[in-house]
């Protein structure tokens, strides 16, 4: 049973530039998690998703920043006109679905470096 | 979720037990301990959690007070490999989903050879 798959592991990109991050939660999870990590920095919570649905976005920065968990794929987590603000590695968790007292599993995040 | 108090960092000598406090005075009687660590700038990795009785498993010991405002993770046998930033989380358990984690800033635990 694989874990959790983030890709890319690594991403450059210019100011300005779109970022797109994926994460294939593990089989059988509904539950995802996008956490970022500024360097140095402890994990902050961005955003909680389940299939269709955006339960919990309130680490979520107000623009450029949207979050999906289609039906069918992966999560994507998208950054819009990157800052150089942004840099950070960038972590998926995923869960399953009924289980109250369920862990949480994570990739091994995607390093975002906006040059 | 409530907030939880950790030193900021330990030492311990390798093969001996690593013993990690927690403070968690205002948890609430729904709520579960977890703990994670963090090995340099790897993803997060579940280690244990409970409710109030104690836990144990292949990695480590989770001993939680009877009030349950405090804990403590024992790795038993720490290796150079268990360095790292160990986090304490309380955490609703809703029957509705897994309630979001909410780091804190963890203990930065040494191993010593």
């Known amino acids: 049973n694989a874990g959790v798959m983030q890709n890319p592991r690594h991403l450059v990109r210019r100011r300005g530039q779109e970022a797109r991050l994926r994460c294939s939660p593990m089989?059988?999870?509904?539950?995802v998690y996008w956490y970022r990590q500024l360097p140095e920095e402890g994990l902050k919570f961005m955003v909680y998703?389940?299939?269709?649905?955006?339960?919990?976005e309130s680490g979520m920065p107000k623009e450029r920043f949207s979050a999906e968990f289609p039906k069918e794929g992966p999560s994507i987590l998208r950054i819009q006109q990157v800052v150089r603000g942004d840099s950070a590695a960038y972590f998926c968790?995923?869960?399953?679905?009924?289980?109250?007292?369920?862990?949480?599993?994570f990739g091994q995040g995607t390093r975002l470096t906006v040059v | 979720d409530a907030k939880t108090t950790q030193p900021p960092s330990m030492d311990c000598a390798e093969g001996r037990a690593a013993n990690l406090p927690c403070n968690h005075s205002?948890?609430?009687?729904?709520?579960?301990v977890y703990w994670y660590r963090q090995i340099h700038s790897q993803g997060p990795q579940y280690i244990i959690h409970g409710l109030k009785n104690n836990e144990t498993n292949e990695m480590a010991s989770l001993i939680i007070t009877e009030d349950r405002k405090s804990s403590t993770l024992i790795l038993p046998h720490a290796t150079l490999r268990d360095t790292a930033v160990y986090y304490c989380i309380v955490r609703v358990a809703s029957i509705q989903g897994a309630q979001k984690l909410v780091f804190g800033q963890g203990t930065r635990l040494t191993i010593n050879p």
């Open positions: 998703l389940q299939k269709e649905n955006i339960i919990d």
């Open positions: 968790a995923s869960s399953p679905l009924g289980h109250k007292e369920a862990e949480a599993f």
């Open positions: 205002t948890i609430s009687g729904n709520e579960y």
């Open positions: 089989k059988g999870h509904s539950h």
